[in-house]
């Protein structure tokens, strides 16, 4: 079975230019997470999808970043415009629901952005 | 507001044992988690407790005590593989059901 998706894997950018990760979730996974992760620190949430809709969006940047999930299935976070600060890496992840005995959280790869 | 505490880094030998720590305040705890996250890798999940007690998995344990907001992971024979962060996550009901991590531990094996 396939696991959490993510592209691009690296991605390096000047600051003020805009970007964007996708993400595609386990098959059959009902919620999606965005997380942030700085050097040496666990990863923050940004935003939580219930299918396509963003239940929990309290620690998203809304002045520069956006989310979205059209279909419930794969989903898209941007940025725009980056700031240094943004440097960071991107994880995503999916589980079948919320409930305790659901919220295993199965995490991609990540996308490691770099703003110059 | 959460507060999730586990030490930075520590250093063990391999095939010894070694204990991460975990220590939290949070409201409306309903489980913890520990992954294990590889340089650059993906978290993977290695526990979860939601009852006080002891879970054991092979090489790996994990110690819950909800009246004293503590838990630990325990790694027996390290290995060399074994290298690598270790990360505590609460699981928060008020905060509907939101997975809250510490700062991570990274473990470094030594041969």
């Known amino acids: 079975e396939a696991g959490v998706v993510q592209s691009p894997r690296y991605k390096i950018i000047e600051k003020k230019q805009p970007v964007a990760f996708w993400c595609n979730p386990i098959?059959?996974?009902?919620?999606l997470y965005w997380y942030l992760q700085n050097l040496g620190q666990g990863p923050e949430l940004l935003i939580r999808?219930?299918?396509?809709?963003?239940?929990?969006d309290s620690q998203l940047p809304k002045d520069r970043f956006s989310a979205e999930r059209l279909k419930g299935v794969d989903s898209t976070l941007k940025i725009q415009p980056a700031e240094l600060g943004d440097s960071a890496v991107y994880l995503c992840?999916?589980?079948?629901?919320?409930?305790?005995?659901?919220?295993?959280?199965?995490f991609g790869p990540g996308t490691r952005l770099t703003v110059l | 507001g959460q507060n999730i505490d586990q030490p930075t880094e520590m250093t063990a030998t391999e095939g010894a044992i070694v204990q991460i720590n975990c220590t939290y305040q949070?409201?409306?705890?309903?489980?913890l988690f520990w992954y294990q996250q590889h340089a650059g890798e993906a978290p993977t999940f290695l526990s979860y407790n939601v009852l006080d007690g002891l879970e054991e998995k092979g090489r790996f344990s994990s110690f819950l005590s909800r009246s004293k907001g503590y838990s630990y992971l325990l790694l027996k024979e390290l290995q060399m593989k074994d290298s690598a962060s270790y990360l505590c996550a609460v699981l928060i009901k008020a905060a509907g059901n939101k997975l809250t991590f510490g700062g991570g531990t990274r473990v470094l094996v030594k041969p």
């Open positions: 999808y219930e299918n396509e809709e963003a239940v929990d």
């Open positions: 098959s059959g996974h009902n919620t």
């Open positions: 949070t409201s409306g705890f309903n489980g």
């Open positions: 992840a999916s589980s079948l629901g919320v409930g305790p005995s659901y919220n295993e959280q199965f």
